[in-house]
């Protein structure tokens, strides 16, 4: 007598022929349907914890700077950095998935999501090409001005907190592209150097060519291009001030990700 199951192939839910397998699991339709009635769940639990979590970490950093040894001023400003790209990676993920709220849940496309220099040059253009109506039509949001005419289930007091979030929403999407394509190109490398490096606190050990500019202020990012074969250095300055610039950088990026979450989640009575 056979002691394990057998496998099955149909779906747990609608009962569609699917690959063989043990357990409850949907077919493609079913699963996609579950997610996107966890959407607005989702959106709401990350907009009140996940969102903020960058900001809160570069924040504690940054407050660390002023007291702690050169060494370890270098880690907690490689660590704020860390946490500008990913603020970056969630919000231009976030408006990717909302682009494309008809085609998939919300919930798959951010997950999935990871920054690239044409996902980050797509984000980047097209802020800073639309205009504010038309940035609030891609997004399915109403003008500031026009929340109370069109959402007429909202409290007055509600309409207004909407309006004033989605006005800021618009501000601080042109805060965080104003650097155009430069800006976009140079994320969506540095996303993708810090997944595949490590930091160091100088470079001293090697050649002058591969060190050249580094300071003594800065952290070294080192990152090895087996393409290229060459080990490539990046400084990164500690200096407070500038890193409380990045930190401002976070706050933007979490701010428009969270306001564009409350206004969507309010305007859709979800």
């Known amino acids: 007598m056979n002691a394990y199951p057998a496998p099955n192939d149909l779906c747990s839910?609608?009962?569609?022929?699917?690959?063989?397998?043990?357990?409850?699991?949907?077919?493609?339709?079913?699963?996609?349907?579950?997610?996107?009635?966890?959407?607005?769940?989702?959106?709401?639990?990350?907009?009140?914890?996940?969102?903020?979590?960058?900001?809160?970490?570069?924040?504690?950093?940054?407050?660390?700077?002023?007291?702690?040894?050169?060494?370890?001023?270098?880690?907690?400003?490689?660590?704020?950095?860390?946490?500008?790209?990913?603020?970056?990676n969630d919000l231009v993920g976030l408006f990717a998935a909302f682009?494309?709220?008809?085609?998939?849940?919300?919930?798959?496309?951010?997950?999935?999501?990871?920054?690239?220099?044409?996902?980050?040059?797509?984000?980047?253009?097209?802020?800073?090409?639309?205009?504010?109506?038309?940035?609030?039509?891609?997004?399915?949001?109403?003008?500031?001005?026009?929340?109370?005419?069109?959402?007429p289930h909202l409290s007055k007091e509600d309409a207004y907190s909407v309006s004033v979030a989605i006005h800021h929403l618009m501000q601080d999407l042109r805060k965080a592209t104003d650097q155009g394509e430069d800006g976009a190109l140079a994320l969506a490398q540095i996303a993708g150097q810090i997944g595949g490096s490590i930091i160091a606190s100088d470079a001293k050990w090697l050649e002058d060519a591969a060190r050249q500019g580094l300071t003594p202020d800065q952290v070294a990012l080192l990152v090895l291009d087996t393409r290229r074969r060459n080990l490539y250095v990046q400084g990164l300055t500690a200096d407070e001030g500038a890193m409380g610039r990045v930190v401002d950088a976070v706050d933007t990026a979490t701010r428009a990700a969270s306001n564009l979450i409350f206004a969507y989640l309010q305007t859709q009575d979800l």
């Open 13 to 88: 839910e609608c009962g569609t022929e699917i690959e063989p397998h043990f357990g409850d699991v949907r077919c493609p339709a079913c699963f996609d349907k579950h997610l996107y009635s966890v959407d607005a769940g989702f959106l709401e639990s990350y907009r009140r914890f996940g969102s903020r979590s960058r900001l809160i970490v570069a924040e504690s950093c940054l407050r660390s700077l002023v007291v702690e040894s050169p060494d370890h001023r270098k880690v907690l400003a490689m660590t704020i950095f860390e946490q500008y790209v990913q603020a970056m």
């Open 99 to 151: 682009r494309l709220r008809q085609e998939a849940p919300i919930l798959k496309t951010f997950l999935e999501f990871k920054l690239d220099p044409q996902s980050s040059v797509d984000f980047y253009e097209t802020v800073r090409n639309l205009s504010d109506p038309q940035l609030c039509v891609l997004l399915d949001l109403p003008m500031p001005g026009m929340v109370q005419l069109t959402c």
